[in-house]
């Protein structure tokens, strides 16, 4: 960013500078040239508003051009954010073999039903963000329980459903997160208050979460896990829609659906397990 500030004494400096030199040089090429009095003060007044007119023409392209390079850093910087968050991401995904590929699938569909249901600028980008970081704090839930093939113990439920808080643990810290948390603390949180882990209900639940709540189910019983094999299209679509009212915002549901009307071609069908619980 150094290379972009700007140093109020050197513009100051320049204005004096170019000031000076045109009223000195003006007043010395107008004495030369105009003998006349009257016409001598008529082309005063307008060497007065030449110069104010150039001189703000001037600020104007310098003002423009160090704008596009402060926009140019900004965007520069945005993607490395973003490209970090993805490294998080997949460093997650590498770790939990049975769910690769989830965060990006997840994150891009969620952004989709994002801008479906009207979120633009800075509220886009923080639901973008939270996705992409919806399970970091399972990177505090040990591998034993991560890996494990089967259904999980009360015990180990107990530590595994830890992992939103420590989300919020990880992240709460970096500045340009904290508006991007909503995703990663409530995700888990259902329309009935059921969910955890602070029993949130209905609109209590950040939008965002409750619209990210439906895709990480859609997008979980459609994959395959080792425990199970991935649940039809139009299966998952009835699961989702049963769970209307209880599980997920009646209105997001709706919405999910007219979004995947639009843009999911039903997959082959293949034998139908009901999922276990998500994680």
Not at 131 to 143: E, R
């Amino acid at each position: 960013m150094s290379q972009l500030s700007v140093n109020p004494l050197k513009v100051a400096a320049l204005y004096v500078a170019i000031g000076t030199a045109w009223i000195y040089w003006s007043d010395a090429a107008v004495d030369a040239l105009v003998s006349d009095p009257g016409m001598r003060s008529l082309v005063q007044h307008d060497k007065g508003t030449a110069f104010v007119v150039a001189t703000g023409g001037i600020v104007y392209l310098l003002v423009r051009a160090h704008t596009r390079r402060m926009d140019a850093e900004h965007r520069r910087r945005e993607d490395a954010y973003d490209q970090t968050l993805a490294g998080w991401a997949e460093a997650l995904d590498l770790r939990d073999h049975s769910t690769a590929q989830h965060t990006t699938r997840v994150t891009t569909l969620t952004e989709q039903l994002a801008r479906h249901v009207g979120f633009t600028g800075q509220a886009l980008v923080n639901v973008r963000r939270g996705a992409t970081l919806h399970d970091i704090g399972k990177m505090g839930v040990p591998d034993t329980i991560l890996g494990k093939p089967g259904p999980l113990d009360d015990t180990e439920w107990e530590q595994m459903r830890r992992h939103p808080e420590l989300a919020v643990q990880f992240l709460e810290h970096v500045e340009y997160l904290r508006d991007a948390l909503d995703i990663p603390w409530c995700h888990h949180e259902r329309w009935d208050g059921t969910g955890y882990p602070r029993g949130l209900a209905g609109t209590d639940i950040p939008l965002s979460a409750r619209l990210f709540a439906v895709i990480d189910v859609y997008d979980a019983v459609t994959s395959k896990r080792p425990y199970r094999e991935p649940m039809p299209h139009t299966d998952a679509m009835a699961l989702i829609r049963a769970g209307a009212g209880g599980h997920f915002d009646p209105a997001i549901v709706a919405a999910f659906e007219a979004l995947m009307t639009n843009i999911r071609t039903p997959t082959p069908e293949c034998t139908p397990r009901f999922p276990l619980p998500i994680r």
